[in-house]
């Protein structure tokens, strides 16, 4: 509960008014009296502060249903709801062979998506910024809408971001260090960028779409190319100290073990990673080496599923190294909830994983953590950056309200 009397005005006014919408955003359409019960906020505070939500737009007000909403006769109580006209805002999802874009307006309903190839898996900054502002255009031409109809972008990219400077400290999708692409963004395309690691934006996805919801403590593990983990500590995103926490990918498994693309050895990632898998299946995929990555995967798991003993082993290898790394994350967090995600879910999370893994974890009397799959695929991903960039649209009006 907020303590108004610890606090300045502003700051309360400031801090409230997040929580109030954060609540209506929660439990839309909510009564004033709702809220008051949900935040400990005094019924004139709500009054005040709902006031100038409505006339910024943010929210709106909605007659409750006569029947289901409990309204007393001849007077319908009014309950409020995030006004998704405020703001349409644009997620955008880089990978190494496509980027996937939402169109979503402020209620977080999808208005557009687009999909297309990206010209290369690693580029130069230059480059990036203009491919990822070419494709802000197309998807909108083909939603009929312009860059003044939006009000910021939210992107992820894969790799160490520092969320506060804005910068790519490294990212496999990029041929530099250092890269200040926020800031080029913006001025590229003209209005706020909030930018940070895709698998945060995974957990943010699933926080506010997906199986998070309401869920204080959780943790999200992709496996694609690379290994990501985001990690939602009492309902917030954690990110640890320069944008380079949650490495679970780097995590090591094996002193001295297999070469990463980190240039360490015995990272988790070099032994269940898209391209640690491939590189040990070549005589299994030998006479595909021309088709992709993911038909490549594809051919490994057929392989295996016909019994092929390479391709059982590299997957049994995988999986055994995969629920070590789960394991110790449970054992360092404790979360509620795992949520495996990523297009290589399927080839590595079998119930003997998550078994393997709920035996390594510290047994005692509290319940182990519920461990599910859940693939959305790459437009998971996009929504949870456009979920960012409406929580960073709401901080921006919110600012302009103390
Ligand atoms: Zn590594």
Same mark, same amino acid.
């Given at each position: 509960?907020?303590?108004?009397?610890?606090?300045k005005?502003?700051?309360?006014?400031?801090?409230a008014?997040?929580?109030? $919408?954060?609540?209506?955003r929660?439990h839309?359409?909510?009564?004033?009296?709702?809220? #008051?019960?949900?935040?400990?906020l005094?019924?004139?505070?709500?009054?005040?502060?709902? #006031?100038?939500? &409505?006339?910024?737009?943010?929210?709106?007000?909605?007659?409750f249903?006569?029947?289901?909403?409990g309204?007393?006769?001849?007077?319908?109580?009014?309950?409020?709801?995030?006004?998704?006209?405020? %703001?349409?805002v644009?997620?955008?999802?880089?990978?190494?062979?496509?980027?996937?874009?939402?169109?979503?307006?402020?209620? +977080?309903?999808?208005?557009?998506?687009f999909f297309? #190839?990206?010209?290369?898996?690693?580029?130069?900054?230059?480059?990036?910024?203009?491919?990822?502002?070419?494709?802000?255009? &197309?998807?909108?031409?083909?939603?009929?809408?312009?860059?003044?109809?939006?009000?910021?972008?939210?992107?992820?990219? !894969? +790799?160490?971001?520092?969320v506060?400077?804005?910068? =790519?400290?490294?990212?496999?999708?990029?041929?530099? %260090?250092?890269?200040? &692409?926020?800031?080029?963004l913006?001025?590229?395309?003209?209005?706020?960028?909030?930018?940070?690691?895709?698998?945060? $934006?995974?957990?943010?996805?699933?926080?506010?779409?997906?199986?998070?919801?309401?869920?204080?403590?959780?943790?999200?593990?992709?496996?694609?190319?690379?290994?990501?983990?985001?990690?939602?500590i009492?309902?917030?995103?954690?990110? +640890?100290?320069?944008?380079?926490?949650a490495? &679970?990918? %780097?995590?090591?498994?094996?002193?001295?073990?297999?070469?990463?693309?980190?240039?360490q050895?015995?990272?988790?990632?070099?032994? =269940?990673?898209?391209?640690?898998?491939?590189?040990?299946?070549?005589? =299994?995929?030998?006479?595909?080496?021309g088709?992709?990555?993911?038909?490549?995967?594809?051919? @490994?798991?057929?392989?295996?599923?016909?019994?092929?003993?390479?391709?059982? !082993?590299?997957?049994?290898?995988?999986g055994? *190294?995969?629920?070590?790394? $789960?394991?110790?994350?449970?054992n360092?967090?404790?979360?509620e $909830?795992?949520? @495996? !995600?990523?297009?290589?879910?399927?080839?590595?999370?079998?119930?003997?994983?998550?078994?393997?893994?709920?035996?390594?974890?510290?047994?005692?009397?509290?319940s182990?953590?519920?461990i599910?799959? %859940?693939d959305?695929?790459? @437009? *998971?991903?996009?929504?949870?950056?456009?979920?960012?960039?409406?929580?960073? =649209?709401?901080?921006?009006? @919110?600012?302009?309200?103390?």
């Amino acid at each position: 509960m907020l303590n108004e009397k610890s606090v300045k005005p502003a700051s309360i006014r400031k801090s409230a008014a997040d929580i109030v $919408l954060a609540v209506i955003r929660n439990h839309s359409p909510t009564a004033r009296i709702d809220i #008051a019960k949900n935040t400990g906020l005094s019924p004139a505070t709500i009054t005040s502060i709902t #006031a100038d939500l &409505l006339s910024k737009g943010l929210i709106s007000e909605v007659a409750f249903d006569q029947a289901g909403g409990g309204a007393k006769r001849g007077r319908p109580r009014v309950g409020l709801k995030i006004r998704g006209a405020a %703001h349409l805002v644009v997620g955008i999802k880089l990978a190494d062979k496509s980027a996937s874009v939402v169109i979503v307006d402020f209620d +977080g309903e999808q208005v557009g998506q687009f999909f297309i #190839a990206t010209p290369s898996a690693c580029q130069a900054p230059d480059a990036m910024v203009e491919f990822l502002t070419a494709i802000l255009d &197309l998807a909108l031409e083909e939603a009929g809408l312009g860059r003044s109809d939006i009000s910021a972008v939210g992107i992820g990219i !894969s +790799g160490f971001v520092d969320v506060e400077a804005g910068i =790519v400290r490294w990212s496999p999708s990029l041929n530099m %260090h250092d890269v200040a &692409l926020q800031a080029a963004l913006s001025g590229a395309m003209g209005m706020p960028i909030f930018l940070d690691n895709d698998t945060n $934006l995974a957990a943010r996805a699933e926080q506010r779409f997906g199986l998070g919801q309401n869920v204080r403590n959780f943790i999200v593990v992709s496996v694609e190319q690379g290994v990501g983990m985001g990690i939602v500590i009492d309902g917030k995103i954690y990110r +640890g100290n320069r944008g380079a926490g949650a490495e &679970l990918g %780097h995590t090591k498994v094996q002193l001295g073990g297999a070469l990463c693309r980190c240039g360490q050895r015995g990272c988790l990632e070099a032994y =269940v990673g898209d391209y640690a898998l491939l590189r040990e299946a070549g005589t =299994v995929i030998g006479a595909s080496q021309g088709a992709g990555p993911e038909q490549q995967m594809e051919l @490994l798991l057929q392989a295996s599923e016909a019994g092929n003993k390479v391709a059982c !082993s590299i997957l049994e290898r995988a999986g055994r *190294m995969f629920s070590m790394g $789960l394991a110790n994350v449970v054992n360092i967090f404790a979360p509620e $909830l795992i949520i @495996l !995600s990523g297009s290589s879910m399927r080839l590595l999370c079998t119930q003997k994983v998550i078994g393997d893994t709920k035996k390594m974890c510290i047994q005692f009397g509290a319940s182990q953590p519920d461990i599910c799959i %859940h693939d959305w695929g790459d @437009l *998971m991903w996009a929504m949870g950056a456009a979920a960012y960039a409406i929580d960073g =649209v709401s901080e921006m009006t @919110l600012r302009e309200m103390e």
